[in-house]
Nanobody, 128 residues
């Protein structure tokens, strides 16, 4: 079965850190751009970060730039999201998604609905 599985979410105090992991099962991530997205209650899903298949390109919206870092380890078939200086407004369900093929990185940044695979999500709650 081809799937993505997120892990690493939890409850953290404001200013704290979490590291999310996205692992692939049944396929290799080598040729996929990978994105992290999040959805808070009552809000639309938004992009958090994208990384190209080679790892050479990354993208962050202003809301997380300087606080979040995306990375990948193709040998472990996994992508990570290091989240520092967390704020209550970062509270959401976080999803990873995989994009294959032509302009995969660009589609990750601009067209999340084009993803080939989605994970089931992991809850991140930032609260004191």
């Amino acid at each position: 079965q081809l799937q993505l599985v997120e892990s690493g979410g939890g409850l953290v105090q404001p200013g704290g850190s979490l590291r999310l992991s996205c692992a692939a099962s049944g396929f290799t991530l080598d040729y996929y751009a990978i994105g992290w997205f999040r959805q808070a209650p009552g809000k639309e899903r938004e992009g958090v970060s994208c990384i190209s298949s080679s790892g050479g390109n990354t993208n962050y919206p202003d809301s997380v730039k300087g606080r979040f870092t995306i990375s990948r380890d193709n040998a472990k078939n996994a992508v990570y999201l290091q989240m520092n200086s967390l704020k209550p407004e970062d509270t959401a369900v976080y999803y990873c998604a995989a994009f294959q093929g032509w302009l995969s990185f660009g589609r990750c940044v601009l067209s999340q609905n084009d993803a080939d695979y989605w994970g089931q999500g992991t809850q991140v709650t930032v609260s004191s």
